[in-house]
């Protein structure tokens, strides 16, 4: 039935009298004979059947071999007919078709020829297209506009299966015409599964009430019984799984049908959801399997889907590691599949969540996720979701044996505290002491297994090495401590892997779970202090408050602001960078900085440099001069970076077309005047020059686009402090990141890139907007200040703009952000 589905052109049709036209070898009809009296008075006569006799053990055998042996012996003859006997044959009845009139045509004609050879004929004959039987007149062709396809109506015209039951109207009913009615619906490719789920649950329930066979219904029963039947005229009860095929036309179109489904009710005996899901994730294998040997196509991935991450995370590990149960379950399933082949899926964009809750009739004809499949099958690429780690969960760590559930965390038993602060003072850095105690763990197993490991190490190994440690520094952890430290926050009600998390109100957030529920670091402990050492050399020797942030991604640490302050104010790299600052008094801001444009469309333009970088294919020790331009938006204080290569009106004119277009066109762009670089080098003067008195390509670029370009007035810098705070952020870290290090260009570049994030993120940036995700527009539209329209994107963020910002971010504004040593 699969593969008769697959068919643009298909037609069934049916040996006459197959069983009679095989004949019973001379020496075995002996064994068929059977005694006769044709009347009253007449003799018992004996005779000897020579056909294969319909009813007998063997019939069934003898005719399907007889088939199959002809296929194999005309072969050669019928290159067409051959393959589809021995595939598309079931008893005496022919399913199949094709892609093409003419080899529909074709394989009629070896059907007929070949079964010819063999004494037998072939009548009913129907077809979804009358040109393919328009010149086999001489044959009984089915008349009906339905036919039953191995149990199943099929309308050829309309080229679809029908599912009707005939019911009875009785006045009361009773458990016996329930179950009578039930087992009518034969749907074997599990098309009707909803409905079929819908029913054995109705009947699970009868069997808990303990009815008789005779006895009539409940009132509340009967009445979803009949609700049920007369549709037929217009999660922890069941598993299953879906079958959906999907095709790529030449043309690039995409295509997703459900081919079959399955369906099964859980026991009685209570069973965990995790298990329930397991086993349907087994049925999904075993469902796969068959498909790929009906359909009998050159498929070209296969994916499964569940919505239950401990589900996946089962199938992740290996076998041996889980009990019995689950065990086998997971074993079955790698011999069917491979563990990359199973993804996580939402449990509303899951299909088969359709079969465990069941349907009536009316609500299955109109489910475009039972018949389609999620819209994610429609991408050319499927992503991966973000998911919670589900190793973490209780209902997970239970499944696990006892030996694999209780690491082996001591390695010198009595000695073990006093190791693990020998390890500490090993190194300054949080990975290298990690990847020391991964290697200790491996030696470990290496001893005690026959298999050995070798080769870097693996993140599970990184993993249980992280665990060790992190256990180890919260052993020192009092939760009775009346200092207040634990007042404030929500101790997870239970330890996971034998170590404190904190919990939150995050539980419903798409982020990953150490982030929703982070481990604790104890109070000024010496891995705390380690941790956020590297972190903060990791992240180019970031601020304080980006410090705590980054730390709180995974960790919570006890007096964590106060540590993450130390770090920064003791860090010599950071010291030996920090200019002494001097107090200034805060003038008014102008009206462009106060008043809501979209992003970028009034911005600030300042250079940092030079730089010196080599290209790829030069000669050696040859350095080559580039700039940093920094353009910081008015409103939103976005930084956007770009590289020149030199001062020319060119490269400004490039350097402004890339930033346009990534970040829409701008209005009026404000930069120093050219009388505060007197002492500036000769190539920042030339720049200055160049816009002060700009020749014909740049005053045409400047008049073409629109942009009014803009100096603060001479000897004013305090009028640009805007853009000046810009390019001290990006300075600040460029300092760090680069030193006395030669970069390429490409290495150069890909540094911008990964400082932008960090220097719009500082404080001297932080303000209202900090985390306001703007809209960039990546084309120039024309845009006037005044127009406030909810229905475009402008409007939307004006609206938001005098909804949310008037207060907070102007109230920030009247702050006067000092540096500090």
């Not at 329930?178 to 034969?186: E, K, Y």
């Not at 475009?368 to 819209?375: A, I, N, Q, V, Y």
């Amino acid at each position: 039935m699969v593969r008769f589905r697959k068919h643009r052109y298909a037609f069934t049709t049916d040996i006459e009298k197959m069983f009679r036209m095989i004949n019973i070898h001379p020496e075995q009809t002996c064994l068929q004979r059977i005694l006769w009296k044709k009347g009253i008075g007449e003799p018992i006569k004996t005779y000897e059947l020579t056909t294969v006799t319909y009813g007998t053990v063997s019939s069934l055998y003898l005719a399907t071999r007889t088939l199959k042996q002809l296929a194999m012996d005309e072969a050669n003859n019928f290159p067409l007919a051959a393959p589809v006997v021995l595939s598309d044959c079931y008893m005496d009845y022919i399913l199949s078709g094709s892609e093409s009139i003419e080899e529909v045509i074709e394989l009629q004609h070896q059907l007929i020829d070949m079964f010819k050879t063999a004494g037998m004929h072939l009548h009913k004959w129907c077809e979804n297209l009358p040109e393919i039987t328009s010149n086999l007149q001489e044959y009984a062709f089915l008349e009906s506009e339905e036919t039953k396809a191995l149990g199943i109506i099929w309308n050829p015209k309309l080229d679809c299966f029908l599912f009707r039951i005939e019911q009875q109207r009785p006045t009361s009913f009773t458990k016996r015409m329930v179950l009578s009615t039930i087992a009518r619906i034969f749907d074997p490719l599990g098309l009707l599964g909803p409905i079929i789920t819908w029913a054995k649950i109705f009947m699970q329930r009868l069997w808990l009430l303990e009815l008789g066979w005779s006895d009539e219904l409940p009132f509340k029963e009967e009445k979803e019984w009949r609700q049920f039947i007369d549709s037929f005229d217009a999660s922890e009860k069941v598993y299953g799984s879906s079958i959906y095929l999907k095709s790529i036309s030449a043309l690039g179109e995409v295509k997703v049908y459900l081919v079959t489904s399955k369906s099964q009710v859980s026991p009685l005996k209570q069973i965990s959801i995790p298990r329930l899901e397991l086993c349907g994730a087994v049925l999904a294998a075993k469902l796969m399997k068959k498909v790929k040997e009906a359909l009998n196509l050159q498929i070209t991935a296969v994916h499964f889907w569940s919505d239950s991450t401990i589900v996946i995370s089962w199938i992740h590990r290996e076998s041996r590691e889980l009990k019995t149960f689950v065990a086998n379950r997971v074993f079955k399933i790698h011999q069917l599949s491979s563990r990359d082949q199973w993804h996580h899926i939402a449990s509303e964009q899951n299909p088969a969540d359709v079969l465990s809750r069941g349907l009536l009739p009316e609500e299955l004809r109109d489910d475009s996720l039972r018949w389609h499949g999620p819209e994610l099958l429609l991408q050319s690429a499927y992503s991966t979701t973000v998911i919670s780690d589900p190793t973490q969960r209780d209902d997970f760590d239970c499944e696990l044996r006892v030996s694999e559930r209780t690491l082996e965390t001591s390695l010198l038993n009595s000695k073990n505290f006093e190791f693990f602060n020998h390890l500490i003072d090993l190194s300054n850095n949080y990975f290298k002491i990690i990847h020391i105690v991964s290697y200790i763990y491996r030696l470990i197993n290496n001893c005690r297994s026959k298999v050995k490991k070798m080769g870097p190490l693996t993140t599970s190994e990184v993993n249980d090495a992280e665990i060790w440690l992190i256990k180890q520094d919260q052993s020192g952890i009092n939760l009775s401590d009346p200092s207040g430290y634990f007042k404030s926050l929500n101790i997870y009600s239970r330890m996971i892997k034998d170590f404190l998390r904190i919990g939150g109100r995050l539980e419903k957030a798409s982020i990953p779970y150490s982030q929703k529920y982070p481990a604790i670091l104890a109070k000024y402990s010496k891995l705390s202090k380690i941790y956020f050492i590297t972190l903060h050399k990791k992240l180019f020797h970031v601020g304080p408050q980006g410090l705590l942030n980054a730390v709180r991604l995974r960790f919570w640490a006890l007096g964590g602001r106060n540590l993450d302050r130390k770090t920064v104010h003791t860090c010599v790299v950071c010291f030996k960078c920090k200019p002494i600052p001097s107090s200034q008094i805060m003038g008014n801001l102008p009206y462009e900085r106060v008043n809501m444009t979209p992003p970028f469309s009034i911005t600030g333009l300042d250079l940092g440099g030079p730089y010196f970088v080599t290209y790829k294919n030069q000669r050696k020790g040859v350095l080559n001069k580039i700039y940093v331009c920094v353009c910081i938006c008015f409103v939103t204080r976005a930084i956007h970076l770009e590289i020149l290569s030199d001062l020319t009106s060119d490269a400004i004119i490039a350097t402004l077309n890339g930033f346009m277009s990534r970040r829409g066109k701008c209005s009026k762009i404000f930069t120093d005047n050219a009388t505060n670089f007197v002492g500036a080098n000769s190539q920042l003067k030339a720049f200055y020059k160049t816009l002060n008195f700009p020749d014909q390509n740049l005053a045409a670029y400047f008049t073409e686009e629109d942009i009014e370009w803009n100096f603060i007035p001479p000897r004013a810098p305090h009028m640009g402090g805007l853009w000046e705070a810009g390019i001290k952020s990006v300075k600040y870290q460029l300092k760090r990141a680069l030193e006395r290090s030669r970069l390429t260009y490409e290495e150069f570049e890909i540094v911008i890139i990964q400082i932008k994030p960090l220097a719009e993120n500082s404080k001297s940036n932080s303000g209202s907007l900090e985390k306001m995700e703007y809209r960039i527009y990546s084309e120039y539209t024309e845009y006037s200040p005044t127009e406030r329209k909810v229905d475009d994107r402008e409007g939307q963020c004006n609206v938001w703009y005098n909804g949310n910002c008037k207060g907070g971010f102007y109230t920030s504004l009247q702050l006067a952000f000092r540096a500090r040593r």
